[in-house]
């Protein structure tokens, strides 16, 4: 937990800082769509471990299911002691799926739409999320309208996947027979990729109506 608090709290400090020193200004606007770009940018390197790992991903949930039963949450790897070079290698990142696979086994099945759907977020949207979050800042960087068509196509891709995520994990049916409170973890971990998008996408249609980065000043 210490060194993800650290990454954001780096990440999103540093390009508020930025942002304010470039112009002056403290945008409600601009630090809510660049916190949600530094914590898309962390889910799509677990990604990358989700596709990279996926045989890891099976051991490692199958045996949390012997150790501690079937649709039963292991203690969570947030709040293990890890040293920092396993922290910065991909493959460790795979603990993030073992650990979610109780609340939905989609992430021990590589046939699955929500294995599928988070690897391809995973592969596509890293640089655009990296991208998206200094372009905020360094106008220059493209005109605005095609900065927001840009940021519109990403924004949009990540709202429509987890629109599609939550009607198959109900319309499946993966929540009968967890507890309530497992179906809110799962609801309230994804509903951030609708929230925050949607408020990309606003951004987005201000740069392109406005022809210009006034939204983020």
Not at 159 to 179: A, C, E, I, L, S
Not at 181 to 193: D, E, G, S
Not at 195 to 205: D, Q, R
């Amino acid at each position: 937990m210490t060194y993800i608090v650290l990454y954001h709290v780096v990440c999103i400090g540093g390009l508020v800082a930025w942002h304010l020193s470039e112009h002056g200004v403290l945008s409600v606007t601009h630090i809510l769509v660049a916190t949600f770009c530094v914590i898309n940018a962390w889910i799509c390197v677990c990604e990358i471990a989700l596709l990279c790992y996926p045989t890891d991903i099976q051991q490692q949930a199958a045996a949390f299911t012997a150790l501690h039963g079937a649709d039963v949450l292991p203690p969570v790897f947030l709040f293990q002691r890890v040293r920092l070079v396993d922290v910065l290698s991909v493959r460790y990142w795979a603990v993030m799926w073992s650990t979610y696979a109780p609340l939905d086994p989609a992430y021990v099945d590589t046939v699955s739409f929500g294995y599928n759907i988070d690897v391809g977020n995973g592969v596509t949207q890293l640089l655009p999320s990296i991208l998206f979050a200094v372009g905020m800042t360094a106008h220059g960087m493209l005109p605005a309208r095609i900065f927001g068509m840009f940021g519109l196509v990403c924004f949009y891709q990540m709202w429509y996947g987890t629109v599609v995520y939550f009607f198959q994990y109900f319309n499946n049916r993966r929540h009968v027979g967890h507890p309530g409170w497992h179906v809110a973890v799962v609801v309230v971990a994804n509903v951030i990729w609708m929230v925050f998008p949607s408020l990309g996408m606003w951004a987005c249609s201000r740069l392109i109506r406005d022809d210009s980065y006034s939204v983020f000043l």
